[in-house]
């Protein structure tokens, strides 16, 4: 089963650092999704992509995140300058066009900044 | 507006019983509402969706009730089972599906034995 999946599933950082997530969807699956989940909450979008186009980007998204699908397939997602706030788990999502309502989910990457 | 409320926040259900979550938009735009179901350590998978042609939608024990008029909609699990302990989410999606998802909160439900 080639479901979507993340790496690293775990990083721990020190305040300050750059950390990036790597995100490979569902082969056949044309769009890509980005959320962030904080224990107790639901998953809050963060941008996605349709093949390498990125079509939306949330206002929660500050500068300091960047997201990037360079050749339509993997999705990388940086973060620079790390805040404690940052901590959560990293979630990557994808879709079909045909039923762009069903999302895959990975089982995520959990950042932890000391 | 595109905020989803979700409750309750948690739920405990004995082993048979009917479990019952509920969303509340208020976004009139959205017209795709999927429930996704959340065990730990794993990403949301999904369970069920509606469109709002239609008031209900039933998939084995899981059932979608649809209230456009309120802007709200339910999740019922009949005979719930201990397997069915997890986090539910509803969401909330316009262009059929095509925009992005807005979550709700969560319900965390716990079926006792």
């Known amino acids: 089963d080639t479901g979507v999946s993340q790496d690293p599933r775990h990083k721990i950082t020190k305040r300050g650092q750059n950390v990036t997530f790597r995100c490979d969807p569902i082969s056949e699956h044309n769009r890509l999704y980005w959320y962030r989940q904080t224990l107790g909450q639901g998953p809050e979008f963060l941008t996605y992509?349709?093949?390498?186009?990125?079509?939306?980007k949330s206002r929660l998204l500050s500068d300091r995140f960047s997201a990037e699908r360079p050749k339509g397939s993997f999705s990388t997602l940086e973060i620079q300058r790390t805040e404690q706030g940052d901590s959560a788990m990293y979630l990557c999502a994808s879709s079909s066009m045909d039923r762009t309502g069903e999302l895959f989910f990975g089982e995520g990457s959990r950042l932890t900044v000391l | 507006q595109q905020q989803v409320k979700q409750s309750p926040q948690s739920l405990i259900v004995q082993k048979g019983g009917i479990s019952i979550i509920n969303c509340a938009y208020e976004n009139t735009a959205f017209d795709y509402f999927p429930w996704y179901q959340q065990f730990p350590g794993k990403g949301p998978a999904l369970l069920i969706a509606i469109r709002p042609d239609v008031s209900e939608k039933k998939e084995g024990r899981f059932t979608i009730s649809f209230n456009k008029s309120a802007k709200q909609f339910s999740l019922h699990i009949m005979d719930s089972q201990p397997g069915d302990s997890a986090t539910y989410f509803c969401a909330a999606s316009m262009g059929t599906g095509r925009r992005a998802l807005t979550f709700g909160s969560g319900t965390r439900l716990q079926v006792q034995p």
């Open positions: 992509f349709q093949n390498e186009a990125q079509l939306e």
